[in-house]
Every structure is written in C-alpha cells, then in structure tokens.
C-alpha cells in the first residue's frame, strides 16, 4: 500500500493526472451521450451512433491510460513500443464493443456480469498492453503479489458496476459509476506502483521506442476527438431535453383535451392533473397537485388497483360533494420513464341514462303505468307469494270499446288524450293495493290483491265498467266509449301467471263478443271454444287463397205474378272435410278477423260476373256486412266489379243490416248516398229485428224493406206478428220503398203475403237457394210455366 500510495504522490505528474481525470470525465460524457442518443434512435443511425458511442469508450480508456503513463515520472528516459501501444487501443475498443453487445438490454444478471468481466479483462489487458509498451532505459521488475491481487479485484469489480447499472433500482444502479471509477483507480495505480523501473546504463532504450514528446500530441488529438464529441453529445442531449419538453407540453393540452379526468400519481400522490378533473372535483390544479389519492377517492390505493381494469368508486369533490366515477389505471412511458396514470370517469350522466332506460322498459310512457313486460313480472310475483302465503289474487284484462272508432274520426292526439284519462278513472276505481297496467292500445290490465272472492272481482269490474261508461270530456268534446272486462281468479281459474293472463284474456274476449261494456268470468268451456275457433280461423285464411267458396242463389218472385225478380247471392264454404258450411257459421268469424274484406270482394265480383249472363230482367242481390262499411273504398269496390263484369248499375241490389248504421253514420251515409248515385239499389235487410229501425228508415233512403224471416215464421196463426208485417208494408209503401218478405215457406204464409200488398216473396215454399246451374234451369222452368 506504501508503494501504492508513494508512487501516487511522488511519482506522478500532477497536473497530467488531473488532465487525465478531466478527459476520461468528458470522454465518458461523450460516450454515454452518444449511447443514449443511439438508444433513442432506430435502424442503420441506431447502429452508426453506438459504434461511435463504443469507439469513443475505448478511445477514452486508452487516452486515460495514455495520459496517466504520460503522468509518471520515472526519472530516467523512457518512451513507447509502437505497435503495442497501438494495439492496446485497438483491445479496449474490441473489449468494451463486445461488453455492450453481451449487456445490451439485458435483464439477465449472468450475462451482465459476463459482460462486466470481458470489460475488466479488456481494460485490464489494455493496461498492462500498455504497460509493457512502456519501454524505459533501465530494468523492470514486477511485484506480482500486488498484480495477482489487483488485477482480479478490478476485474470483479468491473463486472459488478456492469451488474447493478441495469438493476431496476436506482439507488443500486447510481452505485455503477463509482464502482467502474475505484476499478479503473485500483487497476492502474496498483499496476503502476507493481512496477519497479531501476535505472541501467547497459539497458539503454531501444531504437523503437517513440519518446512521449511524440506521442502526447497524438494522446492530445484523442482527446480533443473526445472534446468535440462531448460537445455533439451535449447538443443532442439538449434536443433531447427540449424534445421531451415539447412532448409534455402538448401531452399536457391533449390531456386537457379528455373529457375524461387524468391524474398522474407518483406513489399515492397526485403529480399532475388535467382540466377534466378540476372540473370534475370542483378543485384547480394547485390543490389536486401534492392531494393524497386516497383524499380524492376514498378506499382506493394505487397498490390495490390492478393496472388496465375498472374499478366503481366516489370522488369527493371541493365542497365534499360525492361524484359516481370509475377509475382505469395504467402504466405509462412519460418523459422517459414509466409513470402512473390514472384515468377518471363521470358516471352521472350514465347512471341517469340507466335509469331513465329501465323506467322506460318498465313502463309505458303515455300514461306512466307499468307496461306489458312489468305487469307480467308482477303477476309472476304473486303467483310466486300465493304459493307461499297462500293469498287469492285475480287478473283482469279490459280494452276500451270503441276507442279504435274515436281514434280514427278524432285523432291520435284526442286518442292519446282519452287513454290517459281512462288511466286516471282505472286508478280510481282499484283498491289500495292493486295494480293497473297498459298493455299496448286500448288494452289494460289490472291485479286485484287478496281478493276474498269472486264477488269482489265481480264488484272491481262492474265499478270499472260504470266508470269508463260514463262520458269522457275531451278537448271539450264529449267522447262516450265503454270498457269489456274478462277475469280470471288465482287459484280457481289457475296460478300459472302464463295461464292467468291467457284466461283472463278468453273471459275478456267472451265479453266483447256478448255484447260491448260488459264483464265476464274464465270458465273452462271459453278454453274450448277459443281452440275450435282458432282451427276454424286458420282454415278460413287457407280456403280464402285456394277459393273454397261458391255462390248459391235463392229468387225472389213478385208477389202477384210469380214471375222471378231477382236472386239473392248467399255464399257457400266447400270445405274438404266438413262439406258445405253455412254462411251462418264463418261470417262472423270473417267480419272479425277481417277476413271478410277479400272474401266480400270476391262474392261482389263473382255475384255481378254470373248475373250479367243471366236474363236481364232477373237483378242480383248482395249481402254487405258492417264490417265491409269499415272500409272507406267499398264504393269505388262496387263500381269496379261492375265494370269489371259489364253489369249495369240499375240491376245491383245491395242489403244491408242496421249493424251498418250503428257505427260511425256520417261516413256510412256517404258511402251509402255515392253508392246511390251510382245507380245501385239498397235494400235494408232483415228490417224489424233491431230497435230503433224506424228512425234508420227516415234517415236514408232506402229501396227496399226486406221484412225478417222471424215474423213471417208466426204467420198466418200469430195476430202480433200479423199486425207487424202489416204495419211494415203499410209504413213501406207510404215512404215509397219496395217490399219483401223473407222466409215464406208455405202456400198460406205467401198468400198472407201477397194479400197485405208486399212487392216480393222470398223463401223455401219459391225455391231454397240453389248453385248457379240449377238456378238457371229453375229460371228457365218458371219462365216457361
Ligand atoms: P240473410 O241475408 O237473411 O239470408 C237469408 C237466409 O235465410 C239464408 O240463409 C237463406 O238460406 C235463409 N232462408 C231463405 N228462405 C228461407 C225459408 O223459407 N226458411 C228458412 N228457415 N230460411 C230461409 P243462409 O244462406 O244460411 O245465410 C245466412 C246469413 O248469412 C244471411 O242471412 C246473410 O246475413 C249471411 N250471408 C250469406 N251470404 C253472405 C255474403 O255473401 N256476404 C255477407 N256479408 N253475408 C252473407
Ligand atoms: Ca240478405
Ligand atoms: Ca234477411
């Protein structure tokens, strides 16, 4: 250690050590610079800027080197082998490129300290290269205790400098640099102080040796390389930095772009905060910045949030105000480094929208009651209770009569307006606990809770009828519609919620076809029925398309000659299976579906083609039903077919029922008057069975009175019914009306007929109604007679 210590302080050139520090400081600057510049970039400039960087490295141990040997004074002549020396540079320079190719990026210790070995070993060599370049007039020797133990511990310490440069953590990684200057330190001042020069005349130096006033410019011009490449090194550190700069700047104006709040935290504190978050906390930068993160969002911790997943929490705001957000968290390279951002999430408005969509899903927006899906939901929860408790409970399904009819002549907005008020009166009407809920149209539905019995949903449905019955002010109009109630009671009439509704709905249905504002009860027979319904209806539909049906005819003769008037056309259903089906047994099923629509084009059509082809005299009677009215282009229908077929107007007989006229008169008489003048007659059919037919008769015109079959059954023995078929003639023929009576089948009931003065006779005892050939031969026959 003496000599160690003697030849640092009396040996050496102090002022050349001092230069030799301040080159292997500029040269490492240089080197290190150039490698993070190398770092930065890519590609063919990656690879020109490291080898650089590793050119420069070895060149500044080798000038070091050079400048420390320069340093020392011998005292006696000394100079420089050439080519060693000139290898020695080339040594260090292959040493550490090697080094850096094994270290680079490396995570794996082993390889780094294999690589901090081969530096070692490299600087090492160059050393001692160097040393034995050092040629002196005189003798050498070398005390190898001091080699053997320096020369390993440099190395090893070379190769744990390497080592922790590229641990993660920083406090190990700053322990690199002084570990690489202690090695240098022990490597060359043990070497030098191993080394005994002892002056000897008889050794003088050789001929080859470069004196140092030789090679210190060479060194000088090394170094100054070295200088210049500090300072380009320097600049591109500057760039850098100014680079890096101008990248926070508009990261920080695209953070505050995101409308999302960020913050970046180091630890657990906030670092920095964009303008999404001061907004969203109510807090301005100064106070986020150095604010714990667990005083923003209590409960989180950036050690318990799992990078790159949401988690729900609540920030608390400026005035304490708790904000629903989510947090995602992720790692980010920022400045060079990797750094923690957290990203905030306002959940308000989401949470509202969620909200707002499930009331919207569960009710029905027009009048605020639950909706279909809700009330199902409902029912099946007191299914579910009654299984438990035990407690009756009773579905009603109710629709407004009419209400089709006032939202077509009044207006959606009227509709909508009527709905909404039958809502309000529906409420009215329930007990404490019960519910009601709008399925869809006109169609309600209401849950009776703990019903003691079938009387108190009786007594529900009558209170709901009375209500809706009564006249509904609307708009300051008077708008009168009724309600139909079909119930069904749990557990007599099922529990199942499916079966409930279904029932429910049947009862309901029986109600509307008894008879408008009324209430029905489930009974198990509607079960029935609804299914024989149902087959018939889907076959109805097929027979429709395959055209099953065919016209039959039944003449109408006048009354006092006998002679064959007009034919009405009575339609008839071939079914495959059930043979010839009444018109009694599908037009009510057809007016309901509406079916009735094509199937009465058709007959219209059929009925005009095959009368145009029989004798002109003979007219064509058709039978029209209400629902047939419905359609507002039944006219122009009426005229087609009778262009279509050539048939003239005068021999089109049109009947008619008072079902016709109770709905909707103003468009019914217009029909009626356009069919009018088109030259078509109209017969009012079956007259005598509604209630108030008289007045019917003053309202329109009509061509002829067909008197119902059901008075003339009575004749001639029934003096009431006598009386009313004289009376219909009488009233008949004052008003100028032709007309008929119907159903007549024997000799007295036509005599009877004939002697009251009615025009026509129609019935078994002339003829039942025939398929057109016969028809035409009983024309023929009677024509002939
Ligand atoms: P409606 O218009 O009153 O037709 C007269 C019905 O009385 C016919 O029954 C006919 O066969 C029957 N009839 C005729 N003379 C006598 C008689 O002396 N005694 C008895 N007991 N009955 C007699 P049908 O053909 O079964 O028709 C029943 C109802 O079906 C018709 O009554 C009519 O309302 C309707 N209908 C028939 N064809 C059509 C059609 O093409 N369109 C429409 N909308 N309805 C039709
Ligand atoms: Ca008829
Ligand atoms: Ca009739």
Redesign the pocket.
């Known amino acids: 250690m003496q000599s160690v210590y003697t030849c640092l302080t009396q040996a050496h050139d102090h002022q050349l050590i001092l230069l030799a520090a301040g080159v292997c400081v500029v040269g490492v600057y240089g080197s290190f610079t150039v490698a993070t510049h190398a770092a930065r970039s890519e590609g063919r400039a990656a690879r020109l800027w490291g080898g650089a960087s590793v050119i420069a490295s070895g060149c500044t141990a080798w000038a070091t080197h050079m400048i420390a040997l320069l340093a020392y004074q011998p005292g006696m002549p000394s100079g420089f082998e050439p080519t060693l020396t000139a290898f020695s540079l080339l040594m260090a320079v292959a040493g550490i490129g090697v080094s850096v190719a094994l270290a680079i990026g490396q995570r794996n210790r082993i390889r780094r300290l294999l690589a901090g070995l081969v530096l070692g070993v490299s600087i090492t060599t160059l050393h001692y290269l160097g040393e034995s370049a050092y040629l002196v007039a005189g003798t050498v020797t070398w005390d190898m205790p001091l080699v053997a133990v320096s020369v390993p511990a440099s190395i090893l310490m070379f190769g744990a400098a390497i080592v922790v440069a590229g641990e993660r953590r920083r406090d190990l990684r700053r322990a690199a640099a002084p570990l690489l200057v202690v090695a240098i330190g022990v490597l060359h001042f043990c070497g030098m102080a191993a080394m005994t020069l002892t002056f000897d005349p008889e050794h003088p130096l050789p001929p080859q040796a470069v004196p140092p006033e030789v090679i210190a410019p060479v060194v000088a011009s090394v170094s100054l390389g070295l200088l210049a490449l500090a300072v380009v090194g320097l600049r591109l550190t500057l760039n850098a930095r100014a680079q890096a700069r101008r990248d926070q700047e508009r990261l920080r104006e695209l953070a505050n772009l995101a409308v999302e709040g960020l913050a970046v935290c180091e630890g657990e504190v906030i670092t920095t905060a964009n303008r999404s978050l001061e907004l969203l906390s109510g807090l301005d930068t100064a106070e986020l910045v150095g604010r714990s993160l667990s005083a923003l969002l209590p409960g989180l911790t950036i050690s318990t949030l799992p990078e790159r997943e949401e988690r729900e929490a609540e920030l608390v705001g400026a005035d304490g105000q708790r904000v629903p957000v989510r947090v995602l968290r992720s790692e980010v390279p920022l400045g060079g480094k990797r750094q923690t951002v957290l990203a905030i999430r306002d959940q308000r408005e989401r949470l509202q929208t969620e909200s707002r969509i499930r009331t919207l899903a569960f009710s029905d927006a027009l009048t605020g009651l639950p909706n279909r899906a809700h009330f199902h939901d409902l029912v099946a929860l007191h299914a579910a209770s009654y299984r438990e408790h035990g407690r009756a409970f009773a579905v009603l399904m109710l629709d407004l009569d009419r209400f089709k009819l006032v939202n077509d002549t009044l207006g959606h907005g009227l509709g909508d307006m009527l709905l909404r008020k039958a809502a309000e009166r529906l409420k009215a009407a329930l007990g404490e606990h019960d519910l009601v809920a709008r399925l869809g149209g006109d169609e309600f539905a209401v849950l009776q809770i703990d019903v003691a019995g079938p009387e108190a949903t009786h007594a529900l449905a009558s209170n709901i009828v009375e209500l809706i019955g009564r006249p509904f002010l609307i708009d300051g109009q008077l708008v009168n519609v009724g309600a139909s109630v079909g119930a069904a009671l749990a557990p007599i009439d099922g529990v199942e919620p499916d079966q409930l509704l279904r029932n429910a709905d049947l009862a309901l249905y029986k109600a509307k076809a008894d008879g408008k504002g009324t209430f029905r009860r489930f009974e198990p027979a509607l079960d029935a029925r609804m299914q024989a319904r149902r087959g018939l209806e889907a076959d109805l539909r097929r027979a429709i398309t395959v055209q099953e049906f065919e016209l ?1 005819y ?1 003449p109408l003769v006048d009354a006092r000659s006998g002679r064959i008037t007009a034919a ?4 008839r259903w071939r079914h495959p299976e059930r043979g010839l089906v ?3 047994d599908f ?1 009510p099923l057809a007016e309901e579906t509406g079916l ?1 629509g094509p199937l ?1 084009q058709w ?1 219209l059509r059929t009925a005009c083609a095959q009368a145009a082809r029989w004798p002109a005299h003979i007219r064509v009677a ?4 209400p629902a ?1 009215f419905r359609d507002v282009r039944l006219a122009d229908t009426v005229k087609a077919a009778l262009a279509a077929s050539d048939l003239p107007a005068s021999r089109l007989e049109l ?1 008619i ?1 008072e079902g016709v006229l109770l709905a909707d008169e103003e468009r019914t008489l217009a029909t009626l008057t356009r069919l009018r003048a088109a030259g078509v007659s109209i017969s009012m ?2 007259f005598g069975t509604g209630y108030s037919s008289l007045s019917y008769l003053r309202r329109f015109p009509f061509d002829k009175i067909k008197v119902d ?1 059901s008075f003339i059954r009575q004749l001639p023995g029934d003096l009431e019914s006598a009386a009313i078929v004289r009376a219909i003639i009488t009233m008949g023929t004052c008003l100028g009306m032709a007309i008929t009576v ?4 024997t000799a007295e009931q036509f005599a009877f007929s004939a002697a009251e003065g009615c025009d026509q006779v ?4 002339v003829s ?2 025939l398929p057109l050939a016969e028809f035409l031969s009983f024309v023929d026959a009677r024509e002939a007679a």
């Open positions: 039959y039944q009405e056309a009575l339609v009444s018109p009694a037009i009735i009465g007959v058709v039978n029209l039903s047939q009947e029922t059919d079956d079959q119907e159903g007549v089948e129609q019935g078994y005892h039942r109604p």
